[in-house]
């Protein structure tokens, strides 16, 4: 009854099961608990194809030379990540050739969440705390909370780009400030030259401070002035730069991040990293997702034109949104997202939780395929629209199903 | 302050354990993965290779839960891009399957970040981890990291655990790790024995914790054999570590987890619980929750296979001399008379792959793990060669 390769591969067939697996945010972190289950999700009606722009993931998913490659690890699922083949060192050497640097430069994560925490682990101390920008991802300060660490969240400026000035002035003496470049989300973007000079000031007035910026939606960026800040963490001690496979490559479900600085930097990171972390499939996925520069680009150019048929839609209807350099959008919707995302998730569209200080006023919507886009912007419409008792029964007639 | 397996093992051992901790922890803190920079060889797996290094179960998960597997892609291959909501389904299987609340469990990437999450809450400068030598190093590997003390007790007669010398160091522990079947010497201390050890300490050190690794429970054979998760749910000072990589056939999508008292099990979730936006995949959980629903005869299937591999083995050894220690696991540790080095690197220029070395006993004992009947038939024809020539002057 060995499960040979051949035999199983024979037998495949890639039309996928009819079962849609639920997918559900990360950022439904806070767990299985409370804010999802308890949330927008539960609104969706039963038997509702729900449309799930709540996570900031690619809808797509990785694209087929990638599932044959995880199809292919069949036989291998029996074997520690070290035995199989690729092994998770052929995943560590992938990225340090992408990049051309040595797999030393290189700490494999859990998705990059693993490298955020192990992060403010390694990084910051009851003496030495975290800056972040507010809002932004926040995954860092919620590990710092539980390690009662400092924390100095820094607002967002009128453009809701992360703060540099207010940033750069309390990185001195913290530990650690954690930089979403672009910011989740706000989805703004800091261009090269900035970011350089930002780095640059926090080491000249605090050498000992360590910079992580988390380049998690670089694939999705359009801006001309933004450039990814590898080469400048990897010429500047105590600056790296975290990438993930969950965003442009699809692989949120796979758990597979890294982290890319120079090699004195990462070696706290490398004694914290969980021992084979990433499965199997998500080795094999990753090595070949990394060889296909076309799907993400091609990624990338499906994600702006939705993107901008998206915003375009929510302007029409009277929002305001920063400019966007993500796969979603931080929109103005001039009430509390709760009852904004309520309304929608009734009608089947499930959107983001609140970012505070904004959670008044704005809502995080991901752009999801064109067809859920259409979709979805029809929903926001009729939920947008000023509703008087007359348009109330309309409305109930136009949700979509 | 480079974490190169020299450099390290030169960081640890001058403390009051000494030598043998040292060499204990250098033996390599994991499987493999930590030194991959610093000893290509021991990662690349050549095509074709016999894999007995690992304890891993050959023969893999089965085609049910490789079904789940696929199925887990959804709909046009989509879902592998989302983050996975399936934990509560995971942890509500086992919950049925072990006979315990949801609220007993917290699962981990492989049993890994169990061991690690353990040693980290409660062990301390001024709070020893104590361990036998040998036994599987991921806990002392962590709290040597963390600058936690470790204290190692030598293994009794026939490389069992010596319940009477652990239950002495025990005393003042933060935490114990009792691997049982032990590994690498693939020995078992009975479920009585076992269980008045617990008692044991609870009553003499009431603030040490015991975290019992059972990866190996579904491959023992002894009659006197039953789990602990009974002890554990009712004592906060006891954690049973289970895992999905040995007798599931799943190391590659690394699943684990821990039960316990629910006070402890919420400790270690709110420090490092794994979940589907954090260290476990999406593949893991379909997986997990379709494996542990299986038929128990599943496991049984496994137990047996793996027992006529390992009486066939064992009994190859011993009929030219070489007695190995008493397995009630998917491996063995057995006395070639020679280093494990020299033996290791002579089967695997043969296409077999043994284990790494484990201090203090690396001169003498090699582990193996048992591979397919096929595979161990070939396997000792190989070991027949290598052994038919005399070991170099040790």
Known sequence: MTLSRRRFLQGRVLPFSSAFIAARGMEAYQGDQAQERAGARSLVPPGVNEIRISSNENPLGPGKTVLDAMLGKFPEANRYPFNSTPSESALASAIAAKFKVKPENIVLGGGSQELLKNAVRAFTSPTRGLVTGSPSFENCPGVAKKLGHPIAEIKVDSAFRLDLERMIAASKGAG????????????????????????????????????????????????????????????????????TFSKAYGMAGMRVGYAIGRAETMKPLEKLKMPYNISVFGVAAAIVALGDQKHIDAERERNTRVRAF?????????????DSQGNFLFVDVGRPAKDFRDACAKQGVVIGRDFPPFEKTHVRISVGTMEEMEKATAVFRSVLRPVSTSTGARIEEASWR | MALTRRGFVQTVGTGAAGALTSSWIGARGRENALWAAVEPTLVAVESGAIVLASNENPIGPGARVLEAVKAAFGEGGRAPGRYSNKVRDLIDAIAKKQGVKPENIVLGCGSTQILRSATHLFTATDKPLVGTIPTYEECAGYAEMMGHPVRPVALGADFKIDLDKLAEASKGAGLVFFCNPNNPTATYVGARAARDYFARVTRESPDTTILVDEAYFDYVTDPDHETHIPVAVDNPRVIIARTFSKAYGMAGLRMGYAIGHKDTI?????????????????????????????????????????????????????????????????????????????????????????????????????????????????????????????????
């Open chain 1, 176 to 243: 650690l400030v954690f930089f979403n470049n672009p910011n989740n989300p706000t989805a703004t973007v800091h261009g090269s030259k900035s970011v350089a000079d930002f780095v640059k000031r926090i080491r000249q007035a605090s050498p000992d401070t360590v910079v992580l910026i988390d380049e998690a939606y670089h694939d999705y960026v359009t801006d001309p002035s933004y450039q990814s800040a590898v080469p400048l963490a990897l010429e500047t001690p105590n600056v790296f730069v975290t990438r």
């Open chain 1, 310 to 322: 998206t915003l375009n839609a929510l302007v029409e209807a009277g929002c305001k949104s920063a």
């Open chain 2, 266 to 394: 919420k400790k270690m979730a709110d420090w490092d619980g794994g979940s589907g936006t954090g260290s476990l995949n999406v593949l893991a959980m379909h997986a997990g929750t379709t494996a542990i629903q299986q038929d128990p005869s599943f496991t049984a299937n496994e137990r047996a296979r793996n027992q006529a591999v390992r009486d066939f083995t064992m009994k190859w050894f011993a009929d030219r001399g070489m007695k190995p220690t008493e397995s009630q696991a998917n491996f063995m540790f057995v006395n070639i008379g020679r280093p494990a080095k020299e033996f290791r690197d002579a089967c695997r220029k043969k296409g077999i792959l043994v284990a790494r070395d484990f201090p203090p006993f690396e001169k003498t004992h090699c582990r193996l793990s048992f591979g397919t009947m096929e595979e161990m038939k070939k396997a000792v024809a190989v070991f027949g060669e290598v052994l038919a020539k005399k070991a170099s002057a040790a």
